[in-house]
C-alpha cells in the first residue's frame, strides 16, 4: 500500500541540502583519471554498472534503488540515470554518487535538463534530426559560453538522444565514447538493466500495477527497436559492448532493498 505524499521539506532542511551540494561540487573531477580512458578502445576497462532509482506511483516516500554490474568481480565504472554537471546548481546524481564513492562516473539522461539558457526549442530539435547515425553527438553549450554535457544519439534506430554529463573522474569526451560502446539500444545497458529491475521489484513486492515484469529476450532479428525493450530473461547473460572490447556479464542475483528513508 503506497503511502500519502509527504509535504514539502522545512526551509532549514532544503538549506541544509544545498549546502552540502555545493561543498560536495567542489571535490568533482571533470578529466581523465584512468589510463584506460585514454585509450580509443579503453584497453583495461573490465567492470561497467549502472544504478537507477524506480519510484512508487503516488507515493514520495519510498523508492526502489537498483544497481547492476555487468561484469565481475567488481564495479569500477558507474552510469547513473541522471545528470552530472547539467544540473542548475552544478552537481546532479551522478556527480554526487562519484564524488561519495570516489568512482568515475557518468550522467545519462533520456531529457534535456533546461539550465543556463538551454532550451528544447525549435534550434534544438533541428540539431537532433541532424543526427544520422549512432555516435553522432553534438555539444550541449549554455548562455554562460560553458559545455554543459552532449547530446548523443545512442543508436542507428533511436529518434531521440541521450543528455551525456560528466558526474566525476572522467572526460566528456571518454564519457560520450564510452556510453555509444555500451549501448545495445536506447538506453546504456546498465542503466536499462537496472531500470527493468528496480521496477519489477516493486510490481512483485508491493502490487503496483504498470511496472513491467521480466520477459524473455527476443531473438537477434527482432531485436531492432526505436527505444529501448521493455523485457529481458530471468537469468540474464548480457553482453557490454565497450567500443570494440565484448564483456560478458558475469550475473549473480541479489534482492534489491527498498526502503522508506
Not at 571535490?27 to 524506480?54: K, N, Y
Not at 534530426?129 to 543508436?155: E, Y
Request: proline residues 6%; glycine residues 8%; aromatic residues 4%.
Amino acid at each position: 500500500m503506497a503511502r500519502k505524499a509527504a509535504g514539502r521539506p522545512p526551509e532549514e532542511t532544503l538549506s541544509l541540502w544545498k549546502r552540502e551540494q555545493a561543498l560536495l561540487k567542489t571535490l568533482v573531477v571533470d578529466r581523465d583519471t584512468e589510463a584506460w580512458q585514454r585509450d580509443p578502445a579503453f584497453s583495461g576497462l573490465q567492470r561497467v554498472g549502472g544504478v537507477d532509482v524506480s519510484f512508487v506511483k503516488g507515493d514520495s516516500v519510498s523508492a526502489c534503488a537498483s544497481l547492476v554490474v555487468l561484469s565481475y568481480p567488481e564495479l569500477e565504472v558507474l552510469f547513473v540515470d541522471g545528470n552530472g554537471v547539467l544540473h542548475h546548481r552544478g552537481f546532479g546524481v551522478a556527480c554526487h554518487l562519484g564524488v561519495l564513492t570516489d568512482l568515475p562516473c557518468i550522467g545519462v539522461a533520456k531529457k534535456l535538463l533546461q539550465v543556463d539558457g538551454l532550451e528544447n526549442n525549435a534550434l534544438h530539435k533541428e540539431k537532433i534530426r541532424l543526427l544520422k547515425a549512432g555516435g553522432d553527438s553534438f555539444p550541449l553549450m549554455g548562455g554562460s559560453g560553458t559545455v554543459l554535457g552532449m547530446a548523443l544519439k545512442s543508436h542507428d534506430h533511436s529518434t531521440k538522444p541521450l543528455y551525456v554529463s560528466v558526474g566525476h573522474k572522467m572526460s566528456l569526451e571518454a564519457a560520450v565514447r564510452l556510453t555509444h560502446g555500451c549501448c545495445k539500444f536506447r538506453i546504456p545497458e546498465p542503466v536499462r538493466q537496472a531500470d527493468i529491475r528496480s521496477r519489477d521489484y516493486i510490481r512483485r513486492t508491493l502490487g503496483v500495477q504498470g511496472a513491467p515484469a521480466l520477459q524473455p529476450e527476443r531473438s537477434k532479428k527482432a531485436q531492432r527497436p526505436k527505444a529501448c525493450p521493455q523485457g529481458v530473461s530471468e537469468e540474464p547473460a548480457v553482453s557490454c559492448c565497450v567500443v570494440n572490447c565484448s564483456v560478458k556479464s558475469t550475473w549473480q542475483r541479489t534482492e534489491p532493498t527498498c526502503q522508506s528513508p
